[in-house]
């Protein structure tokens, strides 16, 4: 669950998802839910002249299985409270 | 069947596909395919219903729609569900609309031109290998693949080059 609430701490940053059949859709982070599904908003597709049907697209659904790499903001990322937050789940407290 | 209990669609009403119900849609799909429809309903596990759906393919500057009816997609081979502005045009004014046929044509003339040139990078990859040999000094081996790549170029010369050699 670390990564379900990390995520959820970003809701509302824009990050860049790349699916692993190699679209990328940068947006702001709606919401995320346990499978870390992806609601994105204000959408575009990163290289849109290979997609060009995606134009019209403005909020997507994402889901979590086929998401290769998600790319955050450099202030969302908190190393030191990851840090903790690993060694708090894996002693399970 | 009601949608009560702890996991009632309320509760993970902000991420899941509830806002897209009824709403024009675009499906990718795990194949490469797109879909357009409406959207009838879903489950938990993302599998999806469309109505009035209809199959957009695109090759290149060229797209057709293809009327697929009623689409059920089980949630593995869905990939990405987005909302379709209906204020925005749908494709770039530069694409156009041509028969399913066409598309399909044009796919394979694709296919079969990058297929020719992968094979005949292949075949043609002992040229590399004779200045790999020449490289060596081994002049025996070399004029024999001379011999080969002569017999090659003209069958009614190969015999001709080859006794010259």
């Known amino acids: ?93 | 069947m009601a949608l009560e209990g702890p996991h009632s669609v309320q509760q993970f009403e902000s991420s899941s596909l509830v806002s897209y119900l009824d709403k024009k849609v675009i499906v990718l799909l795990r194949d490469g395919r797109s879909m357009i429809g409406t959207m009838g309903s879903f489950d938990q596990h993302g599998a999806i219903v469309l109505l009035k759906t209809i199959e957009r393919m695109i090759f290149r500057r060229y797209y057709c729609d293809v009327p697929m009816g009623v689409f059920i997609a089980r949630g593995e081979e869905v990939i990405f569900c987005g909302e379709v502005d209906p204020t925005v045009p749908q494709l770039p004014p530069h694409m156009l609309l041509v028969t399913r046929d066409e598309i399909n044509e044009r796919r394979k003339a694709a296919r079969n031109t990058s297929y020719l040139k992968r094979t005949m990078r292949t075949r043609m990859s002992f040229l590399l290998g004779i200045g790999l040999r020449f490289n060596r000094g081994s002049a025996k081996n070399f004029i024999s693949g001379v011999v080969f790549t002569l017999a090659l170029v003209g069958g009614a010369n190969a015999s001709v080059c080859g006794e010259q050699i």
């Open chain 1, 1 to 93: 669950m670390l990564f379900f609430s990390y995520f959820k701490e970003l809701v509302g940053k824009e990050v860049t998802v790349e699916l692993k059949n190699d679209l990328a859709i940068t947006g702001t982070l709606h919401s995320v839910d346990q499978y870390l599904n992806i609601k994105l908003e204000n959408t575009r597709v990163v290289d849109e002249a290979k997609y060009p049907h995606m134009l019209s697209v403005k909020n997507c659904f994402i889901r979590g299985s086929v998401v290769r790499y998600v790319q955050l903001p450099p202030d969302g990322v908190d190393v030191d409270i990851l840090h903790d937050a690993t060694r708090r789940e894996a002693r399970g407290t």
